[in-house]
């Protein structure tokens, strides 16, 4: 057991005790509502959804046929894991019906092997009756649905062309606890106008939620984004974090959260060919062993009053 944070292997512990599981991601051909026009068009500045899309994955695909190579990608290294159906490529809950949805969930959550279902969404797309839906899914096998929050900061969420509020959020996490329904957030270190001290309110911020579980990373600028053309044309300032100062960071981080919300991760690690900056060349058990060394050189320091 990690004694300086729950991780995600002994979150997973819990949901799923004496099995051992890994995530299949799945493009089910969403988009989101500040790219269609909804809302907004362009989607967030930092976003190229191929950064973090695993080749296995094709909207052309069905759900079932997407499963099935993810499957065989991992089957050969561990034959005997169970899966997680990640829908996982931009706001999987918008833009269809939410017996469409729930239809699609199902046939997920039916492939052999599969015992829990991930939804990663948006904070301003989940309608009650989806919800509802979701809730008697759960009875049935683990439904994990993991919102894009980013900030806490509205003037942010504005700039990265979001078009969301932190209060959507907080709305959207008492309504999927009130149902049962485990709920992880996503958010950025980093964004435009933030420092250490606006990263810390928004975990604090969060950590007052009921939430089970946070995924952390660094912005990073992406080749292909509207953030890359902004930055190299000065009209955003972002200083991008060095390893030493984001090392720092995620130390502070470890001690603002609670050990019953999960840390899932600290970095982002696009394909270095697609990163323009910062450009650490680590993989993600690299910076955890980093940061692991350092929490136990700080050891005694206490943790931050949440």
Excluded at 84 to 109: H, I, K, V
Excluded at 229 to 256: F, H, M, N, Q, R
Aim: charged share 25%; aromatic share 8%.
């Amino acid at each position: 057991m990690n004694r300086y944070y729950k991780d995600f292997s002994e979150y997973m512990e819990e949901v799923f005790p004496g099995v051992k599981v890994q995530k299949l991601s799945i493009d089910a051909g969403f988009t989101c509502p500040n790219r269609d026009g909804s809302i907004g068009r362009g989607g967030c500045i930092y976003c190229n959804n191929a950064s973090f899309t695993p080749g296995y994955c094709s909207p052309l695909d069905s759900v079932e046929v997407q499963i099935e190579k993810g499957k065989a990608f991992f089957r050969r290294k561990y034959p005997e894991m169970k899966y997680l159906a990640y829908f996982q490529s931009y706001t999987n809950t918008f833009g269809r019906s939410a017996d469409a949805l729930l239809e699609m969930y199902r046939r997920a959550s039916e492939s052999e092997d599969v015992v829990g279902v991930i939804i990663g969404t948006r904070p301003d797309c989940l309608p009650d009756e989806l919800l509802d839906g979701l809730a008697d899914l759960n009875k049935r096998m683990p439904i994990i649905v993991e919102i894009g929050a980013e900030t806490s900061f509205d003037d942010t969420l504005r700039i990265i062309n979001r078009n969301h509020t932190w209060a959507q959020v907080e709305d959207a996490v008492e309504r999927l606890h009130k149902r049962g329904i485990r709920t992880g957030l996503h958010l950025i270190a980093g964004l435009p106008g933030e420092g250490t001290e606006e990263v810390l309110e928004t975990i604090i911020k969060a950590c007052k939620l009921p939430i089970d579980s946070i995924k952390m990373h660094q912005l990073q600028i992406v080749k292909g984004t509207p953030l890359m053309e902004k930055w190299k044309s000065g009209d955003i300032k972002i200083t991008p974090y060095t390893l030493e100062d984001y090392l720092d960071l995620c130390i502070k981080i470890v001690k603002a959260v609670p050990h019953h919300i999960c840390i899932e991760r600290f970095l982002a690690s696009s394909p270095p060919d697609m990163v323009v900056a910062p450009k650490w060349g680590l993989k993600n058990y690299q910076f955890t062993n980093l940061l692991m060394n350092r929490l136990a050189q700080k050891d005694s320091k206490p943790h931050l009053k949440i």
